[in-house]
C-alpha cells in the first residue's frame, strides 16, 4: 500500500504520490514468460576436472544428468585449456592437491558475468535432483554454499596429497555463483592467477552477510557428516569423497563407496550401450 487509511489522513493529496502503476495483463504476461526463458535456460555447472580423476568427473556428471529435471549444462573446468587460452598462469603451489584447487573462481568468468552457476568438486556423487539446489537459490546473496566447520584429522588426502587445515575449509568445492554480482567482478583471470589461497578460498572479497548458507546434505562429507536414523533432513543429496574416492586404491572402502561403485557400473554399461548403437 501506498499511503495509510483515508481517515488518518483526511487532507492528504494522494496524487503527489510516487506510486508505481498497477501491473497490466501484458506486465504479467512478460513476467511469466521471463520466469518461463529461465526455467528452461540451462543451468551452467562447471565441475572441476583433473586427468588423474577422470572417471571421478565422469560419474559425477552422469549422476548429475541422470537425475536433473531441468536442463543443465555441464562444463570441465581443465586447467591446460585455460592456460592456452590465456585465462590462468599460476605456478602449481606444493599444497595444490588437483590441478582446479584455484581455477575453480573463474566460474563467474567463465559464465561471462551473467546469471547464476554452480562450481563443484569432481569428487561429488549427487543422489537427488539438481533443481533442488538451484531452487535454494536467493539474489541477495553473492555466493551460497553449505558453511562447513571442518578440520580433517588425516594428514593426507585422495592419493597422498597433503591434507590442509584452514578456515572455511571445504566451503569452495560447491559453490553456487551468483555471476553478475558487482563483488564477483574481481574474480577475473589476473586475480585468480595471482591471489592468495586465502583470498580465494576464504572468499575475502565479499563480506559475511554476501555469503548464503545451503543445507549441509548438499555438500555432505564422506566421513565428517553424519546421516541421523529417522531424520531424512541428514540423508545426503550429494556426497562429496572429499578425503579420497573409491577410485583410488585406498579409498575403495571408504563410507559410502557402493553408492559411487554402483553408479560407475551403470555410467559404464550406458557408455558401452550408446557407442555400440
Known amino acids: 500500500m501506498c499511503a495509510g487509511p483515508l481517515l488518518l489522513l483526511p487532507k492528504f493529496d ?18 511469466l514468460i521471463s520466469d518461463m526463458a529461465m526455467e528452461n535456460k540451462p543451468f551452467k555447472i562447471f565441475v572441476g576436472y583433473d586427468p588423474s580423476e577422470d572417471i571421478a568427473f565422469e560419474v559425477c556428471r552422469y549422476s548429475i544428468l541422470k537425475r536433473s529435471s531441468i536442463p543443465v549444462e555441464i562444463i570441465p573446468i581443465k586447467q591446460s585449456d585455460l592456460r592456452k587460452n590465456g585465462l590462468y598462469w599460476r605456478e602449481r603451489g606444493p599444497l595444490e592437491s588437483t590441478e582446479f584447487s584455484f581455477t575453480r573462481f573463474l566460474t563467474p568468468h567463465l559464465a561471462n558475468n551473467q546469471g547464476w552457476a554452480m562450481f563443484v568438486d569432481c569428487d561429488f556423487l549427487y543422489l537427488a535432483d539438481i533443481k533442488e539446489l538451484r531452487d535454494l537459490i536467493n539474489d541477495k546473496y553473492a555466493i551460497m554454499c553449505v558453511q562447513h566447520d571442518y578440520s580433517p584429522k588425516e594428514t593426507t588426502k585422495m592419493d597422498g596429497a597433503v ?12 559453490v553456487l555463483y551468483n555471476c553478475g554480482h558487482p563483488k564477483n567482478q574481481v574474480l577475473n583471470p589476473q586475480t ?33 557428516n553424519k546421516v541421523v536414523d529417522n531424520d531424512p533432513t541428514t540423508s545426503p543429496k550429494a556426497i562429496h569423497y572429499t578425503r579420497g574416492g573409491p577410485w583410488f586404491e585406498g579409498w575403495k572402502n571408504c563410507e559410502f563407496a557402493h553408492l559411487w561403485l554402483s553408479e560407475r557400473e551403470e555410467y559404464l554399461k550406458e557408455t558401452k550401450k550408446a557407442k555400440s548403437n
Open 192 to 224: 585468480v592467477s595471482t591471489e592468495t589461497g586465502a583470498f580465494l578460498h576464504r572468499f575475502q572479497w565479499l563480506d559475511d552477510d554476501e555469503i548464503g548458507s545451503i543445507p549441509f546434505v548438499w555438500n555432505f562429507l564422506e566421513g565428517h
Open 14 to 31: 494522494f496524487s503527489q504520490l510516487n506510486c508505481p502503476p498497477a501491473p497490466t495483463d501484458s506486465d504479467r504476461n512478460s513476467s
Open 163 to 174: 591434507q590442509t587445515v584452514y578456515p572455511r575449509k571445504n566451503w569452495s568445492s560447491m
